[in-house]
């Protein structure tokens, strides 16, 4: 290989590198994120969520209702609920390993329900099934189990059929 031919193959090799960065860098939010929009109103929403919660077996925690924090802060926003979600069998898995403990900031998982300006409802949470691949290991198995159930539980809610309330467990 000549100089000229080595010169132009590796400055394709850096030039597709960067564009790969670049792409990889804008594209990696959209990526990281989820968001369904529901077939109901927001309270509805919230309602055929936390039955499909339950019963698939998870527990909800928590419910930050964020609308109402803000209004006592002098805030006027719509309205959005994040709802802390904990299988403890998937919880005590991960939490009784002391090199997994890392993954401790990202439990419970998190969901949130919000309203757009646009009147939909919508359903977003960290896509878990990417972000647990890099730790391998325990913490990928069990984060994989736990985000298809979760994603389950909110693929019922946005196809506008949930589990019936017998199903609860």
Known sequence: MNKRTLLIVASSLV???????IIGFYSMPRM????DASPYGFEQTVEVFETAVRAEGWSVLTVHDMQSILAG???????????EL??????????????ERIVAPLM????AIYEKSDGVTYIARMNSELMARPFGGVI?????????ETEGVISQVVSGRPAPTSMIR
């Open 73 to 83: 802060h002098g805030h006027d926003v719509r309205a959005v609920k994040i709802f």
């Open 140 to 148: 990928n198995s069990v984060m994989q189990t736990a985000a298809v």
């Open 86 to 99: 904990c299988s403890s069998k998937y919880s005590a898995e991960i939490l009784a390993l002391d090199d």
């Open 32 to 35: 990281m994120m989820l968001e």
């Open 108 to 111: 419970p998982c998190r969901v």
């Open 15 to 21: 030039a597709g590198a960067v564009l790969t960065a």
